[in-house]
């Protein structure tokens, strides 16, 4: 049974940092690509990065570029989001999820539909 396990989220003013955390399970983790989204109210699902879980080459969405970070620890089977200078804007669930590698993980990575595999949600509030 796959499960994908975020954590991280919380509370900050603008400018602050936090980092996720999206603990995997029940499948081939190094065979996948991995990506963090985030949805506010009333807006539609938004992708924030991606990852492929075998080499580790990813990107960030270019609304968060220079600010927010990917990257994981493949041994723990973990994809972490670090996110720095935090806006108002960022406030949203952030929700972490995979798909099989049928290709480059860059193709399309940010079609939420693509994805087989969520998680729950962490929310992330940042105040001004």
């Known amino acids: 049974q796959v499960q994908l396990v975020e954590s991280g989220g919380g509370s900050v003013q603008t400018g602050g940092s936090l980092r996720l955390s999206c603990a995997a399970s029940g499948y081939t983790y190094d065979r996948n690509c991995m990506g963090w989204f985030r949805q506010a109210p009333g807006k539609e699902r938004e992708g924030v990065a991606f990852?492929?879980?075998?080499?580790?080459?990813?990107d960030v969405a270019d609304s968060v570029k220079g600010r927010f970070t990917i990257s994981q620890d493949n041994a723990a089977n973990t994809v972490y989001l670090q996110m720095n200078s935090l806006k108002p804007e960022d406030t949203a669930m952030y929700y972490c999820?995979?798909?099989?590698?049928?290709?480059?993980?860059?193709?399309?990575?940010?079609?939420?539909?693509?994805?087989?595999?969520w998680g729950q949600g962490t929310q992330v509030t940042v105040s001004s």
């Open positions: 999820a995979a798909k099989p590698r049928t290709g480059p993980c860059i193709s399309r990575w940010w079609l939420y539909r693509t994805y087989n595999y």
């Open positions: 990852i492929s879980t075998n080499g580790g080459s990813g």
